[in-house]
């Protein structure tokens, strides 16, 4: 159950950030005994994986606090994003399995990939379609602010989801609050724009 819901909670943050959530397992990988992960995934803490991480990860953060930039960048990452959540998410759960070796997700890993795709593909979907409408009803200014609290928020998931994986759900259902608030916010940022154009 707990490694269901670190991949969940990384998953979700892939979402958001696909270099964050991998960074974080990579890191704690190579430098605790909190995450132990495979041979098949061993190449994710390496000297090289952190390093292209971390470059991947700063380009990231620079492009998408730039109004349109983002939209662009958004579109590239509609193949990463979920692609990175399913590894993270198999990676976790394989993990998880070499101590507890049964379970639904040790019988199967292809859950935890689907299910990594899936719960990633979903947070970046909403990402990606707010996110034009916040550029625009903003004028770009609230673009930088926005993508700051992705990261945030990117960063929070991945550490609960990895430290206090029960957390997670709590998580989940504050990212989908901020979600639904951002799509309000939206909608009456077309509602004015549009009562100022027909008035």
Same mark, same amino acid.
């Given at each position: 159950?707990?490694?269901?819901?670190?991949?969940m909670g990384l998953s979700a943050?892939?979402?958001?950030?696909? =270099? /964050?959530?991998?960074?974080?397992?990579?890191?704690?990988?190579?430098?605790?005994?909190?995450?132990?992960?495979?041979?098949? =995934?061993?190449?994710? *803490?390496?000297?090289?994986? /952190?390093? /292209?991480?971390?470059?991947?990860?700063?380009?990231?953060?620079?492009?998408?606090?730039?109004?349109? %930039?983002?939209?662009?960048?958004?579109?590239?990452?509609?193949?990463?994003? @979920?692609?990175?959540?399913?590894?993270?998410?198999?990676?976790?759960?394989?993990?998880?399995?070499? *101590?507890?070796?049964?379970?639904?997700?040790?019988?199967?890993?292809? /859950?935890?990939?689907?299910?990594?795709?899936?719960?990633?593909?979903?947070?970046?979907?909403?990402?990606?379609? %707010?996110?034009?409408?916040?550029?625009?009803?903003?004028?770009?200014?609230?673009?930088?602010?926005?993508?700051?609290? *992705?990261?945030?928020?990117?960063?929070?998931?991945?550490l609960v989801a990895v430290f206090? @994986?029960?957390?997670?759900?709590?998580?989940?259902?504050?990212?989908?609050?901020?979600?639904?608030?951002?799509?309000?916010?939206?909608?009456?940022?077309?509602?004015?724009?549009?009562?100022?154009?027909?008035?």
């Amino acid at each position: 159950m707990l490694a269901a819901l670190t991949g969940m909670g990384l998953s979700a943050a892939a979402g958001l950030n696909a =270099y /964050i959530p991998f960074l974080v397992v990579a890191l704690v990988a190579r430098f605790t005994d909190v995450i132990t992960l495979p041979a098949a =995934y061993a190449w994710i *803490e390496s000297g090289w994986a /952190i390093g /292209i991480g971390a470059l991947l990860l700063l380009v990231e953060v620079v492009l998408d606090k730039v109004a349109l %930039v983002d939209t662009v960048n958004d579109a590239i990452q509609t193949f990463v994003r @979920p692609a990175t959540g399913g590894l993270i998410f198999a990676a976790t759960a394989a993990a998880d399995d070499l *101590e507890q070796s049964s379970g639904l997700l040790a019988e199967n890993p292809w /859950i935890a990939v689907v299910l990594g795709v899936l719960l990633s593909g979903v947070v970046h979907g909403a990402k990606a379609t %707010v996110r034009p409408a916040i550029d625009a009803g903003s004028l770009g200014t609230a673009t930088p602010v926005v993508s700051a609290a *992705e990261d945030g928020a990117s960063v929070g998931l991945s550490l609960v989801a990895v430290f206090w @994986p029960v957390l997670v759900i709590f998580a989940l259902f504050g990212l989908l609050a901020a979600l639904v608030w951002l799509l309000v916010l939206v909608r009456g940022w077309r509602q004015r724009r549009r009562a100022r154009a027909g008035g």
